[in-house]
């Protein structure tokens, strides 16, 4: 991903104007934490930079594509192509195991998986410190069940990984090794990181800062 672009986006929830972005640039393999208080829009901004939410108005280019008038399957498919969604709840599959849970974005595309993505499961799983792959996800505890989620979300290798408050459910200790988990996955990648968080020691391990204030951008700067 070289860049992303929002240009006069807005989000509108009935009339209430949830998010109102002029201009937005994101370069390739920057880290970004998108910042403000509770209800700034700092969700719908990345629901909406992911395409998960529509936009009431304006344009959204990646690498100087527009995206933001893909059909709704075009979307999903972009999404699962190119950004690893990691949010506060985890939404794993109970009863399955933490090697199931990670492959499981990959079952609707292959009728079997390639040898080369079952290996890239067992490295994530093992660079998360994850070593019981096949122990009942129900089992683990809520910091082992986020660096599964993690996992999960980078299975593809995205080139956008996008956080929505990842460490929110998480102690400071389980918060902090997330995090540094995260950022040195997203290194070795080269991925970009947009992370919202009110975490101020995560926001700090990132380049540049946003802070949304009803839906508006209010400052961007370097952290
Ligand atoms: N689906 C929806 N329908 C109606 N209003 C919504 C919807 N989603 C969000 N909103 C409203 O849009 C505004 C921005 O919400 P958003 O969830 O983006 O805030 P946030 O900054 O992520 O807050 P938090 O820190 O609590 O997660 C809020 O006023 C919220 O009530
Ligand atoms: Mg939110």
Same mark, same amino acid.
């Given at each position: 991903?070289?860049?992303?672009?929002?240009?006069?986006?807005?989000?509108?929830?009935?009339?209430?104007?949830?998010? !109102?972005?002029?201009? *937005? @640039?994101?370069?390739?393999?920057?880290?970004?934490?998108?910042?403000?208080?509770?209800?700034?829009?700092?969700?719908?901004?990345?629901?909406?930079?992911?395409?998960? @939410?529509? +936009?009431?108005?304006?344009?959204? *280019?990646?690498?100087?594509?527009?995206?933001? !008038?893909?059909?709704?399957?075009?979307?999903?498919?972009?999404?699962?192509?190119?950004?690893?969604?990691?949010?506060? @709840?985890?939404?794993?599959?109970?009863?399955?195991?933490?090697?199931?849970?990670?492959?499981?974005?990959?079952? *609707?595309?292959?009728?079997?998986?390639?040898?080369?993505?079952?290996?890239?499961? *067992?490295?994530?799983?093992?660079?998360?410190? +994850?070593? @019981?792959?096949?122990?009942?996800?129900?089992?683990?505890?809520?910091?082992?069940?986020?660096?599964?989620? &993690?996992?999960?979300?980078? &299975?593809?290798?995205?080139?956008? &990984?996008?956080?929505?408050?990842?460490?929110?459910?998480? !102690?400071?200790?389980?918060?902090?090794?997330?995090?540094?988990?995260?950022?040195?996955?997203?290194?070795?990648?080269?991925?970009?990181? +947009?992370?919202?968080?009110? !975490?101020?020691?995560?926001?700090?391990?990132?380049?540049?800062?946003?802070?949304?204030?009803?839906?508006?951008?209010?400052?961007?700067?370097?952290?």
């Amino acid at each position: 991903m070289k860049k992303i672009i929002l240009k006069d986006v807005k989000v509108r929830f009935k009339e209430h104007l949830a998010l !109102d972005i002029p201009n *937005f @640039e994101l370069k390739g393999g920057v880290k970004l934490a998108v910042t403000g208080e509770s209800g700034s829009g700092k969700s719908t901004l990345l629901n909406v930079l992911c395409l998960l @939410e529509s +936009i009431s108005g304006g344009r959204i *280019f990646w690498n100087n594509k527009r995206v933001d !008038d893909l059909s709704q399957m075009e979307k999903d498919r972009f999404r699962y192509e190119n950004v690893g969604l990691v949010m506060q @709840e985890f939404y794993l599959y109970s009863g399955l195991s933490a090697m199931q849970n990670v492959l499981l974005p990959l079952k *609707f595309r292959y009728l079997k998986i390639p040898k080369q993505l079952s290996n890239r499961a *067992f490295y994530l799983l093992e660079r998360l410190n +994850i070593t @019981e792959y096949s122990k009942n996800i129900d089992l683990l505890s809520r910091g082992e069940k986020q660096r599964v989620a &993690i996992a999960r979300a980078l &299975i593809n290798s995205p080139k956008v &990984i996008i956080a929505d408050e990842p460490t929110a459910s998480l !102690d400071a200790q389980n918060s902090t090794h997330a995090v540094k988990l995260l950022l040195s996955l997203a290194d070795e990648m080269g991925s970009a990181f +947009i992370c919202a968080t009110h !975490d101020k020691n995560l926001a700090e391990q990132l380049t540049y800062s946003l802070e949304l204030k009803k839906g508006k951008k209010l400052e961007a700067s370097f952290a």
